[in-house]
Antibody
């Protein structure tokens, strides 16, 4: 059974940093491209970041609204994908989901940006 | 960037009804369109990929159609367990989601 479980969210002050993790199991993690998607309260889904597999040189891509502040990374030995969020803003508030190329999704982790 | 316009935003229907949800792309997406179901508090679930391919384990009452810029998700006979939010995703050029359709029972 494919499982994805996000963690690391919570209340974060504006300007600070947070690192989200997504632990996975049930599939060959190293083969897959991994994505982060977020959903602001009352809004639709927004693709945030992608990291490809070793065969694709672990290439990374970012949405326009997060480029330069977010960093996606992965640890194939642990089957975990990360999202480092720096200089966090109020508009970064929302639920963050990890997904295996949009096939399987985690339940999400809430990030609230507030002072 | 490709924009996706999903309609309706909210839908109320009775058990047994035929339900259709639409997504319109701002340009041709060549059938690179997925549909997802998300129940309250749960992870999104892939229903249909590449316009009309049913994901393994998904009931056959779900189907997808479309081409070019216009795509439709159809539930042939609504069941109580289908109450959820549905959204589309274009993956022709990067990724863009529709705004979602909240489906409830009448």
């Amino acid at each position: 059974e494919v499982k994805l479980e996000e963690s690391g969210g919570g209340l974060v002050q504006p300007g600070m940093s947070v690192k989200l993790s997504c632990a996975t199991s049930g599939f060959t993690f190293s083969d897959y491209w991994m994505e982060w998607v977020r959903q602001a309260p009352g809004k639709g889904l927004e693709w945030v970041a992608e990291i490809r597999n070793k065969a694709n040189n672990y290439a990374t891509y970012y949405g326009k609204s997060v480029k330069g502040r977010f960093t996606i990374s992965r640890d194939d030995s642990k089957s975990i994908v990360y999202l480092q969020v720096n200089s966090i803003r109020s508009e970064d508030t929302g639920i963050y989901y990890c997904t295996t190329g949009f096939d399987y999704w985690g339940q999400g982790v809430m990030v609230t940006v507030s002072s | 960037d490709i924009q996706m316009t999903q309609s309706p935003s909210f839908l109320s229907a009775s058990v047994g009804d035929r339900v259709t949800i639409n997504c319109k792309a701002s340009q041709n997406i060549n059938k690179y369109l997925n549909w997802y179901q998300q129940k309250l508090g749960e992870a999104p679930k892939l229903l249909i990929y590449n316009t009309n391919n049913l994901q393994t384990g998904i009931p056959s009452r779900f189907s997808g159609s479309g081409s070019g810029t216009d795509y439709t998700l159809t539930i042939s006979s609504l069941q109580p367990e289908d109450v959820a939010t549905y959204f589309c995703l274009q993956h022709s050029s990067r990724w863009t989601f529709g705004g979602g359709t909240k489906l409830e029972l009448k």
